[in-house]
């Protein structure tokens, strides 16, 4: 046997391909941050996510609007009508074919059959019961009697058995006979495990005896019971959807299901059985149907199981309950309706969620809601200070840097030249890149290329102490700027974060009252209705972090849209009123003295363009020695990271 009779190659079928790309985050953390910085909170915004999904995704909301749109064909495609149909057209040709022999034939038995025949009731099932004894002349007439028996047993069956229908296609005597006794045989298990039995070894005969009437393959009595309960339960509910004469003449036409009533009464106690071991299922709702196509039991019960597996994936893509889970969603049952496409849909969106929570991006907190962790965090204000170096560019003509600081000493790192780079070579380094890039080459000669050349990153070594103190009064949300206030704070924290580590940043939020935030908390930070801007309370606060690094060059940066309108009292009170008590403004100015004391210049950029705030503010830069910057929405971050990097320099 050579290698190659050994092995064999086809596609991959055991579950996720694992050659597969893995998914790319970006684009939905994205979006997750911009419904953040909007106001939603994490959990919102990654449950508005999967309900959009992404632009190679269809999301949750999609999938739904498919599901609706397979349930209304459903209802406005067929009636429920079917089975009664059939029997009416099976019952005239067997009354036509039986006048056709009767009428040759002279005798007075063939008349008095005529006045039988004359004699029957309008109704369907009323005329079908008083034929039970006739005796037929005609073989057509004989023939069709006996398919309607068979067919009201055939559908009887399917609308309790799914699949029984075309098990039953050639139904005998026998075949009649081994139905009965797998009833009674059900019906005597669910009884016994009703009442408490240990029915486990009764199942296992059951199935080894009756095992071909279940293609589903129960395991245990409770699955079985399960897969019994669902179908008869939407069997009731198309009997409830029915018009209330149909009822009534399909309930008398069950008794002729295989010209043998014990069929129909073994079905009625299994109906009792099932409904007495699972109330909880729907047996009373009824669905309107408006369609053409007429459906007989077994295809209506089918037709009203399906709607209600719909009913249930919807709930589930819905995701609206307690603890849901976009795992909980029948992805097979999903398949089966809307085909495998939107399996795989719902399974990708899945597999999105989980990569979202296993790469560290959502914590949970103690109180069960989710918050972006810092590794989501660094990703937004890598995206909000991209931005903001954006704007400086396009307005100052400066370029994307990747400095560590703004000039001075080395950091011990280095990185690739980049086109306008001014810091000096790393040459060993430039030299080795060289170096081993001719050996890849197999050239014998080093020449230097631009690719091999690596710079050294330098820093500068002074500290500062940051204190930003942003508005976060219903007015910044009313007017529009609540979210570039955010953005503002991100772009700066991750500047920080990542080219100046040894800065001190205390984020304080002001509204009726001030308190210290962390990136996060500002970040997740909803919109109230609050009234009342206590920069005193802001700048009192600032000190204290100003204080605790007495060796840093102190910067105070103020983004506000009013003037102040509250103020904190000794006892630790905030006292608010509008228009501005002399008495808030005067502790305000007091503070805004204290902080320059520690020789910090307070900046504010001021939004809005309200008259008594710009004489606020302008006495606030002339007292503190800072300025007041008046940036629109679009430049806020910008202006804020340059006057950082500005008062930095001292």
Same mark, same amino acid.
């Given at each position: 046997m050579t290698s190659a009779d050994r092995y064999s190659y086809g596609p991959y079928h055991d579950g996720p391909d694992p050659l597969a790309p893995p998914l790319d985050l970006r684009e939905a953390l994205d979006q997750i941050g911009n419904e953040v910085m909007e106001g939603s909170s994490p959990r919102t915004a990654l449950q508005e996510l999967l309900r959009r999904g992404t632009s190679t995704m269809p999301g949750l909301e999609e999938l739904t609007r498919r599901l609706w749109q397979r349930r209304s064909e459903i209802s406005r495609r067929h009636r429920l009508d079917g089975t009664l149909q059939q029997v009416r057209e099976l019952l005239q040709g067997a009354l036509e074919a039986e006048r056709g022999a009767l009428f040759p034939d002279p005798s007075d038995d063939a008349r008095f059959a005529e006045a039988q025949l004359d004699a029957l009731p309008a109704s369907t099932a009323a005329a079908v019961n008083e034929l039970t004894d006739y005796n037929w002349r005609s073989e057509t007439g004989r023939e069709n009697y006996?398919?309607?028996?068979?067919?009201?047993?055939?559908?009887?069956?399917?609308?309790?058995?799914?699949?029984?229908?075309?098990?039953?296609?050639?139904?005998?005597?026998?075949?009649?006979?081994?139905?009965?006794?797998m009833m009674s045989d059900l019906n005597d298990l669910l009884a016994a495990h009703a009442s408490g039995e240990d029915t486990e070894q009764r199942f296992a005969d059951f199935m080894a005896e009756h095992g071909e009437f279940f293609p589903e393959n129960p395991s245990s009595t409770e699955e079985l019971i399960d897969a019994l309960a669902a179908r008869a339960a939407a069997a009731q509910r198309m009997m409830n959807s029915m018009s209330a004469q149909q009822r009534a003449e399909l309930a008398e036409l069950i008794g002729q299901a295989f010209g043998d009533p014990s069929v129909a009464q073994q079905v009625a106690a299994l109906d009792a059985n099932l409904r007495a071991l699972r109330p909880g299922e729907d047996w009373d709702s009824e669905q309107r149907f408006r369609g053409q196509d007429p459906l007989g039991l077994g295809a209506g019960a089918q037709a009203l199981q399906d709607l209600a597996e719909l009913d249930a994936l919807a709930e589930q893509l819905g995701q609206s309950y307690p603890g849901a889970r976009l795992e909980d969603i029948d992805l097979d049952t999903l398949a089966r309706h809307l085909g495998e496409d939107a399996s795989v849909d719902a399974a990708r969106l899945a597999e999105l969620e989980r990569e979202l929570r296993r790469q560290g991006l959502f914590e949970r907190t103690k109180?069960?809601?989710?918050?972006?962790?810092?590794?989501?965090?660094?990703?937004?204000?890598?995206?909000? +200070?991209?931005?903001?170096?954006?704007?400086?560019?396009?307005?100052?003509?400066?370029?994307?840097?990747?400095?560590?600081?703004?000039?001075?000493?080395?950091?011990?790192?280095?990185?690739?030249?980049?086109?306008?780079?001014?810091?000096?070579?790393?040459?060993?380094?430039?030299?080795?890149?060289?170096?081993?890039?001719?050996?890849?080459?197999?050239?014998?000669r080093v020449a230097l290329d631009v690719s091999d050349v690596e710079i050294?990153?330098?820093?500068?070594?002074?500290?500062?102490?940051?204190?930003?103190?942003?508005?976060?009064?219903?007015?910044?949300?009313?007017?529009?700027?609540?979210?570039?206030?955010?953005?503002t704070a991100l772009a700066l924290h991750h500047l920080i974060g990542t080219r100046f580590r040894s800065d001190a940043l205390r984020v304080i939020t002001f509204g009726r009252q001030a308190t210290t935030v962390d990136i996060g908390e500002l970040t997740a930070l909803e919109a109230v209705w609050e009234q009342g801007t206590n920069l005193?309370?802001?700048?009192?606060?600032?000190?204290?972090?100003?204080?605790?690094?007495?060796?840093?060059?102190?910067?105070?940066?103020?983004?506000t849209?009013?003037?102040?309108?509250?103020?904190?009292?000794?006892?630790?009170?905030?006292?608010?009123?509008?228009?501005?008590?002399?008495?808030?403004?005067?502790?305000?100015?007091?503070?805004?003295d204290a902080v320059a004391k520690l020789g910090a210049s307070v900046t504010v950029f001021m939004l809005g363009d309200d008259p008594r705030l710009?004489?606020?503010?302008? +006495?606030?830069?002339?007292?503190?020695g800072g300025r007041v910057v008046a940036p629109d929405l679009n430049g806020l971050g910008a202006a804020v990271v340059s006057d950082y990097l500005r008062g930095r320099r001292g």
């Open positions: 006996g398919k309607i028996r068979d067919l009201l047993g055939q559908e009887l069956l399917e609308s309790r058995f799914q699949g029984m229908k075309q098990a039953l296609q050639n139904t005998g005597p026998e075949d009649v006979e081994r139905v009965r006794q109180d069960g809601s989710l918050r972006l962790t810092p590794r989501a965090l660094r990703r937004l204000g890598e995206v909000a +200070l991209r931005r903001v170096v954006g704007q400086l560019r396009s307005r100052r003509g400066e370029r994307d840097t990747a400095l560590a600081g703004a000039a001075g000493e080395p950091t011990g790192s280095a990185r690739k030249w980049r086109f306008g780079d001014t810091e000096p070579w790393d040459v060993p380094r430039t030299v080795r890149n060289a170096v081993l890039r001719s050996a890849s080459t197999s050239s014998r050294m990153e330098t820093e500068q070594r002074s500290r500062a102490a940051v204190a930003l103190c942003v508005d976060t009064s219903w007015s910044m949300v009313q007017d529009g700027r609540w979210v570039p206030m955010k953005r005193h309370h802001a700048l009192l606060l600032a000190a204290q972090h100003l204080r605790r690094h007495p060796d840093a060059v102190p910067v105070v940066l103020v983004v849209d009013g003037e102040p309108t509250a103020h904190l009292e000794p006892n630790g009170a905030a006292y608010f009123s509008w228009p501005p008590q002399p008495r808030t403004l005067a502790v305000t100015m007091a503070q805004v710009a004489a606020f503010v302008d +006495l606030v830069a002339r007292r503190s």
